[in-house]
């Protein structure tokens, strides 16, 4: 089964899943999020995976972010951005891309923090409408990275069954 690491900002997502709810294949299986760790198989060992993350997090801070502004991604995704505390992210996303998970690293594909608003590969027409939406929508939200929530993901029907949090400490 595969593992994902995911910040649930802490905001109201009430305009996010007007987006998502018609152009996010995954608008059913998982609430607006930053994923921190893309979705790897269970390879590694739950028990190597945890102690890795509670390692790394052990050296982390929360730390505000912004989430405003649009990107689109290589492989056709709309991006809601993260502004202010980028850095932060992708220094975590890196840090977290060490040890154990090192060969799992997308090295040719630089890490761009971010809420997936719609997914456009198959259907590229859509993407102006669905970033017109967005930008309509004027999405703009603050909050504090505080806790990450490490995700089990059935690969039959893909759905959550298990989810364990951790606390960045203050």
Same mark, same amino acid.
């Given at each position: 089964?595969?593992?994902?690491?995911?910040?649930?900002?802490?905001?109201?997502?009430?305009?996010?899943?007007?987006?998502?709810?018609?152009?996010?294949p995954?608008?059913?299986?998982?609430?607006?999020?930053?994923?921190?760790?893309?979705?790897?198989?269970?390879?590694?060992?739950?028990d190597?995976?945890?102690?890795?993350?509670?390692? !790394?997090?052990?050296?982390?801070? !929360?730390?505000?972010?912004?989430?405003?502004?649009?990107?689109?991604?290589?492989?056709?995704?709309?991006?809601?951005?993260v502004?202010?505390?980028?850095e932060?992210?992708?220094?975590?996303?890196?840090?977290?891309?060490?040890?154990?998970?090192?060969?799992?690293?997308?090295?040719?594909?630089?890490?761009?923090?971010?809420?997936?608003?719609?997914?456009?590969?198959?259907n590229?027409?859509?993407?102006?409408?669905?970033?017109?939406?967005?930008?309509?929508?004027?999405?703009?939200?603050?909050?504090?990275?505080?806790?990450?929530n490490?995700?089990?993901?059935?690969?039959?029907?893909?759905?959550?069954?298990?989810?364990?949090?951790?606390?960045?400490?203050?």
């Amino acid at each position: 089964m595969p593992y994902a690491l995911v910040y649930y900002p802490n905001i109201n997502t009430q305009q996010i899943n007007k987006i998502r709810q018609k152009y996010d294949p995954q608008f059913y299986l998982i609430e607006p999020h930053i994923t921190l760790i893309f979705p790897l198989l269970g390879f590694i060992g739950e028990d190597r995976l945890t102690i890795h993350i509670k390692n !790394i997090l052990s050296a982390w801070k !929360i730390f505000p972010i912004h989430l405003q502004g649009f990107q689109k991604s290589w492989d056709e995704y709309l991006f809601l951005t993260v502004q202010e505390g980028k850095e932060n992210a992708i220094k975590l996303h890196n840090d977290l891309y060490t040890g154990i998970l090192a060969e799992y690293c997308r090295e040719n594909t630089a890490f761009v923090p971010h809420l997936t608003l719609g997914v456009f590969s198959k259907n590229r027409v859509q993407y102006l409408q669905a970033l017109e939406e967005a930008q309509q929508l004027d999405l703009d939200y603050c909050c504090m990275v505080e806790k990450l929530n490490l995700l089990k993901i059935t690969d039959v029907n893909r759905q959550i069954v298990w989810n364990q949090e951790y606390i960045l400490p203050s």
